[in-house]
């Protein structure tokens, strides 16, 4: 991973210069770096570079949003491709850390699998920051791509390598190394639960599920009852007998477990920030498969709350173990659920790659708070409507409930499915959209982007 270093005076490297005025340019650049810095001032441009034998010259304004800086630091990486492993930076703090998240969160690859003859490296190894910079923001954005990139890299991996039972062994790595208790529930343990939903999707498959459980308790938490964060942990999702259909459908089903790769970053991060916030995180995993005597459509579920559920699609399969593991939040009185989850096709088909789509029944305070964290970070999202009509659509005639709605809002009548195994105030986020992209976007690359943990760092940061 990219290492951050201080310098006293700018070593001869790449450099960044990130400015404002004439005077940002320092004293120890020759004349042509300073007329070209001075044109690039009067200009309308936001960044320009100059390219000089042995290194680059990137000059970015200071003057612009934090999401402009962070873009910027990936147009750096990009422009510095696999040519120079080592740049420096000089600027205000406020503005060069933006930069820099930017320019870490583009120095990420997925290659373990690719032998070493064919591998590319492409990476940036160190950047050099001021002397005076705080040890503070430099620490914690190490640990925020460090959480991000742990989260990219489980998506990244593919069921071949990645089943329930190693999703767990990973969580269990980082929960040792970030001081967060760990419970591992096996499937026998599952079953004397009779979480039927996780069962029940677990049917088709010759790999058993898991059910984790981490919890991180500071000393004196802001909050007296828990946050409890549920992640849908489906390792790979072929439809199940309700099979996806093929071209394009299941490329990328290696990325259903997103939303657990998601709430287990985040109480990761919050750990490793020693945030004052007691959070519990739920991880409910399997795949979802046609195998041996996979679950149908047709069949009734009595799942861990003892709610009976009529099953109509095999693969709307996200909703039946998260149901499971809503219904188990309720032994901790949380203060508030928050769940994440690739849940439907809908979710991107209604705003696409750029917004998680919220919803629930939570005070519009915290909903406010998701909003302005989601701003802050640029990981945004897009609240929708939560009315009482749309659960009506997930009654069945011979069941409590079925697990599919009508043709219209499935993002929401998904929603409301979950809603009635929570007892606490509960948010949902649809993750669908911008936990995967097929191409890459600025400082997020194609395949797991690690959507959320940045977005759930926030606002755990800044809760009561
Ligand atoms: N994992 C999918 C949702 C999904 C689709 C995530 C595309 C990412 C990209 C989920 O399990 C699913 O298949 N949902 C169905 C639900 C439907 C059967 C009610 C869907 O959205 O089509
Ligand atoms: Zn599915
Ligand atoms: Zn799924």
Same mark, same amino acid.
């Not at 490297?13 to 042509?32: A, H, P, Q």
């Not at 939570?362 to 640029?378: P, Q, T, Y």
């Given at each position: ?37 001075? #044109? ?117 991996? +593919? ?19 970030? #001081? ?45 009852? +828990? ?30 477990? @997103? ?5 287990? #970053? ?79 096709? @809908?979710?991107?088909?209604?705003? #696409? ?31 929708? +409507? ?79």
């Amino acid at each position: 991973m990219m290492h951050l270093e201080r310098y006293e005076t700018i070593p001869e490297c790449s450099t960044i210069l990130v400015v404002g005025k004439k005077s940002d340019i320092g004293k120890n650049v020759n004349e042509d770096i300073r007329k070209f810095a001075e #044109g690039f001032l009067k200009s309308d441009d936001k960044f320009d570079f100059l390219k000089l034998t042995n290194r680059f010259i990137f000059f970015v304004k200071e003057d612009q949003s934090d999401e402009e800086l962070r873009v910027s630091g990936s147009k750096v990486f990009q422009t510095l491709a696999s040519k120079h492993n080592e740049i420096a930076i000089s600027g205000k703090e406020e503005a060069v850390l933006q930069l820099v998240e930017g320019l870490m969160l583009s120095n990420y690859e997925f290659k373990p699998y690719q032998r070493k003859e064919n591998k590319k490296v492409n990476s940036l190894e160190k950047v050099h920051l001021p002397n005076d910079f705080s040890d503070k923001k430099i620490k914690e954005l190490n640990n925020i791509v460090k959480a991000v990139f742990w989260a990219r890299d489980r998506v990244n991996e +593919p069921v071949s390598h990645l089943n329930a039972t190693q999703l767990a062994e990973h969580a269990q790595k980082i929960a040792e190394e970030a #001081g967060i208790s760990i419970q591992i529930l096996e499937k026998t343990q599952i079953e004397s639960l009779k979480m039927g939903g996780l069962l029940a999707v677990n049917k088709g498959s010759i790999d058993p599920p898991t059910f984790t459980i981490l919890e991180y308790k500071p000393e004196k938490p802001v909050n007296k009852k +828990p946050i409890v964060l549920v992640g849908k942990g489906v390792v790979y999702d072929t439809g199940g007998l309700s099979l996806k259909p093929t071209p394009g459908s299941m490329d990328c089903m290696k990325s259903d477990m @997103a939303g657990a790769a998601c709430v287990i #970053g985040a109480i990761y991060l919050a750990a490793l920030q020693e945030l004052k916030v007691h959070v519990i995180a739920l991880v409910p995993a399997t795949d979802n498969r046609p195998g041996m005597n996979a679950y149908t459509p047709g069949d009734v579920i009595t799942m861990y709350d003892g709610t009976t559920v009529e099953v109509l699609n095999t693969d709307a399969e996200g909703r039946m173990i998260l149901a499971d593991a809503l219904a188990y939040s309720n032994k901790y009185n949380p203060e508030l659920v928050i769940d994440a989850a690739t849940l439907t096709g @809908a979710a991107v088909r209604a705003i #696409g790659t750029h917004a998680t789509i919220i919803m629930g029944n939570a005070s519009d305070a915290n909903f406010n708070l998701l909003e302005k964290s989601g701003n802050s970070v640029h990981e945004r999202v897009v609240r929708f +409507p939560f009315w009482k009509e749309y659960g009506d659509e997930m009654k069945s005639t011979i069941a409590d409930l079925k697990n599919l709605g009508g043709a219209n809002a499935g993002m929401i009548t998904a929603g409301k499915f979950l809603e009635h195994f929570v007892k606490a105030p509960y948010i949902h986020m649809d993750i669908a959209g911008p936990a995967w992209l097929d191409k890459k976007e600025d400082y997020r690359p194609q395949g797991g982007t690690g959507s959320g943990i940045r977005l759930l760092y926030q606002f755990l940061r800044k809760f009561k």
